[in-house]
């Protein structure tokens, strides 16, 4: 017999963006190291990309939800733009075709897993600027879910290492109103520097 | 014909309609004689013998019921006799008893009014004289009242008289610099009102009658106020700097007529709107009012003159049907809109200024070549590229060009206070700004977490019957109580009534220990009551039925 209260009930706690502290951050290494996109760059190794360090210090250990309400905190570590999955308008499935395409960033978060699989893997969702904020903050949620299920079920990717996050169409790459291909993406990054302590040599 | 068909005529045919024909034949016959004999009315001995006897007996019972209902009658004469009579007696009793009452009543109310009478002679004699002093008083309380009061009522007209001047006078400073601000805010919309008197232009000859036939009156009554007003103040005009008095008191009615060259002075700068084709069309009688004329003055106010083409002044008549800034001065033609000033207009909302970024593409590539030489905002080299950093876009979103200037200016000063540090190596490296004893204590915290052990408990908690009964239990028990009134020993079918219902209670209110009990070969649940040592029918029933309960939930 145990006692489980209800998570659901009483009001949501309030989004506290913690990386409002910190002073606004200087990228110090060339965009194609910060960012990898799929598309430009099949054959990069994504394992060498992903096990790369954050590209600040991490002041202290912050909580996932920090990481998932602070642009600022996700800001210190590298991002993957899994721009071979073109979302039509609306839409939150991935052709198998598609998925394919994901191969070598799968294969890459495999190897991080195999090598410690206390590894996290913060799975963004994004749509344009087309449609109204709340459908397309949901849409981004599906989004991100979709490739998520699709890490775990195509490729065994453990789901307790993966965490999703739709963001709508608030972090657009292409400013843009009007519907774009680009701005539909879905993003990884590999948060673990962020979210635990690392051993230290 | 052959043999067969003569043999069938003259045989086969006959037996086979005579086969069909005859079973209802025979059917009806068999029912005959029944049907005879009920309806024949032909009746045996038998059942006249018992038809008389039936009417014997309707007889007798007849009369029995008569001599029923004779005794009854009587019976209920007798007893209203007796009822009646018993009902006077009591009334005559109850007659004399109120008659005697009656008359003592009387006795002692004829005594206490004999008594009141004095009392309320003393009283009215004492309270005439009271009243006498005291109207005494009041008159001359009044009299003093009254005296007082007309003294206040004279000062308060006095002082209402000076207030009435003051504020006749505060207003016609106000008025006066009104019609300054009016005639100052005429003169800055007249670029907009020629163009909205050009659009009405049309609309405006047939309304200007109507609107002058209107205003007619109402320069009147005006005019009169006034005069009236000026004969009072004359001459009190709030002079603005850095302007002379003639354009900053606009003539009013009544003086103007003996100071037109003022006016004309003043309409040659007040007379925005006009078309041209207006001007000469239409208004030749302003412009050319001869002075000391009889004619009314065109005041600057906006009021019409009757029988004159209206001037467009700019500052009183708003155009029918056109959006003329309402100056506030002039007076309006009814079923005009009256449109705000262009101060009070509303502001538009003014969204997130966008993002414009003046560099060029070569300029994107390089800084996106290398972020650590610039403190700009790092842009993906694309056309209308984003930000690079989702940090950067939601500064963007919010405060446009503005936010990306204070963020360069952060960064410079963040560059100038720590120098060019290179980006961590490892993960390690970069959290080594974390207080060593932090991830060194974790560890040690995360394996408490792991070693921390529950108590396993290896058979199901016995609950024990409080001595002190609660509320619930007391209920129950009196219940019970008043079901066992006939049987003797109470007592002792208390307590163990308390322990049956209390072990059902519990165990309903933990449906999974219920297996465990009965499980439990040695504990029946409901054990006390099951015994029949009891002789509640009650609370056997509830026994029984958890036992059932019981029963099913180990099953399930």
């Not at chain 2, 009417?55 to 007798?60: K, T």
Request: with cysteine; charged share 30%.
């Amino acid at each position: 017999m145990i006692y489980a209260p209800e998570r659901d009930e009483g009001p949501r706690p309030a989004i506290i963006d913690v990386g409002y502290e910190l002073p606004p951050m200087r990228l110090r290494i060339p965009v194609r190291d910060y960012i990898a996109d799929v598309s430009d760059d099949p054959d990069r190794d994504y394992y060498e990309f992903l096990a790369e360090p954050p590209v600040e210090p991490v002041e202290r250990v912050y909580t996932i939800d920090e990481v998932r309400h602070s642009a600022r905190l996700r800001d210190k570590v590298r991002r993957v733009d899994l721009d071979t999955i073109t979302f039509p308008t609306g839409s939150a499935e991935v052709s198998m075709s598609q998925a394919k395409t994901m191969r070598k960033v799968a294969a890459a978060m495999e190897k991080i897993l195999a090598k410690d699989p206390g590894e996290t893997f913060f799975i963004e969702g994004h749509t344009d600027a087309v449609g109204s904020d709340r459908s397309n903050l949901v849409l981004s949620d599906k989004r991100a879910e979709s490739v998520a299920s699709l890490l775990t079920e195509v490729y065994g990717i453990p789901p307790e290492n993966l965490v999703t996050q739709g963001y709508g169409e608030r972090f657009l790459k292409v400013r843009t109103q009007e519907a774009e291909q680009q701005n539909r993406r879905v993003t990884i990054r590999r948060v673990t520097p962020l979210v635990r302590p690392v051993a230290q040599r | 014909m052959s043999i067969r068909s003569k043999l069938f005529a003259t045989v086969a045919l006959p037996v086979l309609s005579v086969s069909v024909a005859v079973p209802p034949a025979v059917a009806d016959s068999l029912m005959k004689p029944f049907e005879v004999a009920q309806e024949g009315g032909g009746q045996s001995d038998e059942e006249l013998l018992l038809l008389q006897k039936q009417r014997q007996a309707e007889e007798e019972a007849a009369r029995q019921a008569a001599e029923q209902q004779r005794a009854a009658e009587e019976e209920a004469a007798r007893q209203a006799a007796e009822q009646q009579k018993a009902a006077e007696e009591e009334a005559a009793r109850q007659a004399a008893e109120q008659q005697k009452a009656a008359e003592e009543e009387a006795a002692r109310q004829a005594a206490e009014q004999q008594k009141a009478a004095e009392e309320e002679a003393a009283r009215q004699a004492a309270e005439q004289q009271k009243a006498a002093e005291e109207e005494a008083a009041r008159q001359a309380a009044e009299q003093q009242k009254a005296a007082e009061e007309e003294a206040a009522r004279q000062a308060v007209e006095q002082q209402k008289a000076a207030e009435e001047e003051a504020a006749r006078q505060a207003a016609e400073q106000q008025k006066a610099a009104e019609e300054e601000a009016a005639r100052q805010a005429a003169e800055q919309q007249k670029a907009a009102e020629e163009e909205a008197a050009r659009q009405a232009a049309e609309q405006q000859k047939a309304a200007e009658e109507e609107a002058a036939r209107q205003a007619a009156e109402q320069q009147k009554a005006a005019e009169e106020q006034q005069k009236a007003a000026e004969q009072a103040q004359p001459g009190d005009c709030v002079v603005p700097e850095g302007q002379d008095a003639s354009t900053a008191c606009p003539p009013e009615g009544g003086k103007a007529a003996q100071q037109p060259a003022t006016t004309e002075e003043q309409k040659a700068g007040e007379q925005p709107p006009v078309t041209e084709e207006q001007k000469a069309g239409e208004q030749p009688a302003p412009t050319e009012t001869v002075p000391g004329t009889e004619q009314q003055p065109q005041t600057g106010e906006g009021q019409p003159v009757p029988g004159t083409e209206q001037p467009q002044t700019g500052e009183g008549q708003p155009v029918p049907g056109t959006e003329q800034p309402q100056t506030g001065e002039g007076q309006p033609v009814p079923g005009t809109e009256q449109p705000a000033t262009a101060e009070q207009q509303p502001q538009v909302q003014q969204p997130v200024p966008e993002v414009v970024d003046t560099r060029t593409e070569e300029e994107k590539v390089k800084i996106a070549e290398d972020p650590a030489a610039t403190d700009e905002t790092v842009v993906l080299p694309v056309e209308n590229g984003a930000a690079v950093l989702d940090s950067d876009k939601d500064a963007d979103n919010s405060g446009g060009n503005q936010a990306r200037e204070q963020r360069q200016k952060l960064r410079e000063e963040l560059r100038a206070k720590e120098e060019d540090v290179a980006p961590p190596a490892d993960d390690a490296a970069a959290q080594a700004a974390i207080a060593a004893e932090i991830p060194a204590d974790l560890p040690q915290k995360i394996e408490a977490n792991l070693n921390e052990k529950g108590t396993r408990v290896d058979e199901a908690p016995v609950f024990v019957v409080p001595e002190t009964t609660n509320i619930v239990n007391n209920t129950v028990i009196n219940n019970t109580v008043i079901n066992n009134n006939t049987t003797v020993n109470n007592i002792t079918n208390n307590v163990t009534e308390a322990t049956i219902v209390r072990a059902c209670v519990t165990m309903r209110k933990r449906p999974t220990m219920i297996s465990f009990r009965a499980a439990a070969p040695a504990k029946p649940s409901c054990a006390p009551a099951a015994t029949g040592s009891s002789p509640s029918t009650t609370v056997t029933a509830t026994s029984c039925s958890a036992r059932a309960w019981t029963a099913t939930a180990t099953s399930t």
